[in-house]
């Protein structure tokens, strides 16, 4: 024990200097309080990463589109860079989020498909919505979606454990082609009717072949 | 099938809060006479693993809720070697949201809030240790004071008591200024800072008394007056300084759950330099007496579990609330309070235990906003006030130790983690 008398504590032997104050302190011995030293844990931060050069390789991309875009806006007046900015978007999710992420492989379709869903559209929209990417494109991609997300479950079976939340978060989001038809932003109903009653066939035939553990699992999630 | 539990009404903040920077883990250790041993100590997890279900879960993600799955996997000790309260990584240590860590003579439960409050850590680390001295061969008789692992599961272990104690009111809702807060530099690596002050506790306890107060309405008080002194003073600034002061639920609503079953109330003052420390004193004791009067909690009680009883909710998806908490979080309780004290209180032992433990020492995570909060517990007379910080600057601390030892004439030791300090 040392007296710092600047900050008028007593200091445990294990310090060589206050550490309330900094001063230094002449007595060091060992103690029972004592941590560890940190010394291996104290890690350089690594300014290079796979991860990083990704992104900034994508935003350079996107400003130099954009930049391209507004310099040659007065030869070609079309506001190409945002499907290109959207599709790098789109690669660097890819990248990020699948390739490079260790989440669960539910979570990494859910995700990847929403993304495709929004790259689709705005293509769509900028070479002038034609409507295919809400009329086929984005239901059959759901269908495909949860098609992959029933096999990796029955093949990993792992369904009770992970994916069966994924599967059903894709049975809502399948429900939302059939607003769009509502809401006038589609024109043919099949794909939206198909997506849903794959969905729904899919959930019905979880519930047949998998009976109580089902609806406990329904319970769960839900939570009642 | 595995068993799953929902989490309980306070848990239910602290997944969707969580981040390597706001970690929601806190520790709570037991400084032993003698060095640990490490094949007693495995066995002495091994043992209470049956007694704790409420411990060995881990957290699932739900689509609308979150909720936590009962497992079989071992709870494996190690060594302690990353500072303080860091981020428990799920896909580490079995998946489980609790550690047992050791280094020398200390014994270290660090726990994710979800799981239960500081009392339900307490009771774990009593048990574990009763089982760690009985395997090095000491002979303990219990008192009645630890939960023995045989002694079976209790269901009132797993009570969420907030439902038990919910009642129907109507609470104001009172608009609070923003708090001030501490602003610091942070450690040239991310990590936290640990200070440990010890003192007698019955001096302080005694001093606090002569001031007509109680050790946490002392201690908040000479708090913010420290930080008046050292930052408020030199700043423009006029906000107040908010102590949240979390409140063990379980003295005023009994209950044995070891579940989280607390609340929070902050005590707030405007300081200017009229104020005296003893004027601060008994603002702070009476606001901490009347906050903690039982109609108060009542309403607190309320307010946790009013908002999931509302229909609504259910219907949510779980991304959506966790945005919705976050925000609420953040505008509500961290702009809010100037920093945490949590008072874990005087752990009593049996007799036949104080002679192994030296100290008890409580652990309160930092966050961005609050960069430095304080825990205080006392064991064997021996009350430990230990700061956590994720900040270089030392000069609150040292303002408030100082003072302590200096006006209060309190003998006090000081040792710390020296993280980001020693090159
Ligand atoms: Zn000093």
Redesign the interface.
């Known amino acids: 024990?040392t007296k710092?008398i600047r900050?008028?504590?007593?200091?445990?032997n294990?310090?060589n200097?206050?550490?309330?104050?900094?001063k230094p302190l002449k007595i060091r011995g060992e103690?029972?309080?004592?941590?560890?030293?940190?010394k291996?844990?104290?890690?350089v931060?690594k300014p290079f990463t796979v991860a990083k050069l990704f992104l900034f390789l994508t935003i350079s991309a996107i400003v130099l589109s954009i930049t391209i875009n507004a310099l040659t806006y007065h030869i070609n007046p079309r506001i190409w860079s945002i499907i290109v900015s959207t599709g790098l978007i789109y690669a660097w999710i890819v990248v990020k989020d699948t390739i490079l992420s260790?989440k669960h492989i539910g979570r990494k379709i859910l995700y990847h498909y929403v993304m495709l869903s929004i790259f689709l559209l705005v293509i769509d929209i900028f070479v002038g919505f034609r409507g295919w990417s809400t009329n086929y494109a984005i239901p059959l991609f759901g269908v495909a979606a949860t098609f992959i997300m029933t096999m990796l479950a029955i093949v990993q079976k792992s369904l009770w454990r992970h994916d069966i939340?994924y599967i059903?978060?894709m049975f809502f989001i399948n429900l939302c082609p059939m607003l769009l038809f509502v809401f006038n932003l589609s024109h043919v109903i099949w794909t939206s009717v198909f997506s849903i009653v794959y969905s729904l066939l899919t959930i019905i035939g979880m519930i047949i072949f998998s009976d109580r553990?089902f609806i406990?699992e329904i319970r769960?999630?839900?939570?009642y | 099938?595995k068993k799953?539990y929902?989490l309980d009404n306070a848990a239910k903040l602290f997944p969707s809060v969580t981040n390597t920077k706001n970690t929601s883990v806190y520790r709570i250790s037991a400084?032993?006479?003698n060095p640990v041993d490490v094949d007693a100590l495995q066995q002495a997890a091994d043992t209470v693993f049956d007694r704790f279900p409420m411990f060995t879960v881990k957290l699932r993600?739900?689509?609308?809720?979150n909720?936590l799955e009962s497992s079989t996997d071992k709870i494996v000790i190690a060594?302690?070697?990353?500072?303080p309260c860091r981020n428990i990584d799920p896909?580490t240590n079995n998946g489980y949201l609790f550690k047992v860590l050791y280094?020398?003579?200390?014994v270290s439960v660090e726990v994710f809030h979800a799981l239960t409050d500081g009392n339900g850590a307490v009771e774990f680390l009593k048990s574990l240790l009763y089982y760690y001295l009985l395997y090095m061969g000491h002979e303990i008789d219990t008192e009645d004071r630890i939960l023995l692992a045989d002694s079976g599961v209790d269901i009132h272990d797993m009570e969420d008591a907030f439902r038990r104690y919910y009642k129907d009111c109507y609470v104001e809702s009172v608009r609070n200024s923003r708090a001030y807060h501490i602003k610091g530099t942070a450690f040239e690596?991310f990590?936290n800072n640990?200070?440990?002050?010890v003192v007698s506790a019955s001096q302080l306890n005694a001093l606090a008394k002569q001031k007509g107060s109680t050790i946490t309405a002392y201690l908040s008080a000479l708090l913010s007056y420290s930080i008046y002194q050292t930052r408020i003073k030199y700043s423009k600034s006029n906000a107040p300084v908010v102590i949240a002061v979390p409140v063990n639920l379980r003295k005023a609503f009994p209950s044995r759950t070891l579940r989280n079953f607390f609340g929070v109330v902050n005590l707030g003052a405007r300081i200017t330099e009229d104020t005296t420390l003893d004027e601060l004193i008994f603002r702070m004791n009476e606001m901490l007496k009347y906050k903690t009067g039982k109609e108060n909690l009542q309403n607190i009680i309320y307010n946790n579990v009013a908002l999931e009883r509302n229909k609504a909710t259910?219907f949510v998806?779980l991304f959506l609330k966790n945005w919705f908490v976050n925000l609420g979080f953040h505008m509500l309780g961290e702009s809010k309070r100037t920093l945490t004290l949590s008072n874990i209180g005087n752990i009593i032992l049996p007799q036949q235990m104080n002679e192994h433990v030296?100290?008890i020492e409580a652990l309160v995570y930092p966050s961005n906003k609050s960069p430095m909060n304080c825990g205080i517990s006392s064991v064997n007379d021996k009350l430990v006030i230990t700061f956590t910080r994720n900040i270089v600057e030392?000069d609150i601390?040292?303002y408030f130790?100082?003072t302590l030892?200096?006006e209060a004439g309190l003998?006090?030791?000081?040792?710390?983690?020296?993280?980001g300090?020693?090159e």
């Open positions: 024990m710092c900050c008028n504590v007593t200091v445990d294990q310090h200097r206050c550490p309330l104050c900094s103690s029972a309080t004592e941590y560890p030293s940190y291996e844990v104290y890690q931060t260790n939340g059903l978060a553990k406990s769960r999630r839900f939570h | 099938m799953w929902k400084v032993l006479t993600r739900g689509v609308f809720w909720y060594e302690d070697q990353q500072y896909t280094y020398k003579n200390r690596q990590g640990v200070v440990h002050g259910l998806p030296e100290l030392s601390l040292q130790f100082s030892a200096g003998e006090v030791e000081i040792y710390s983690n020296d993280w300090i020693s």
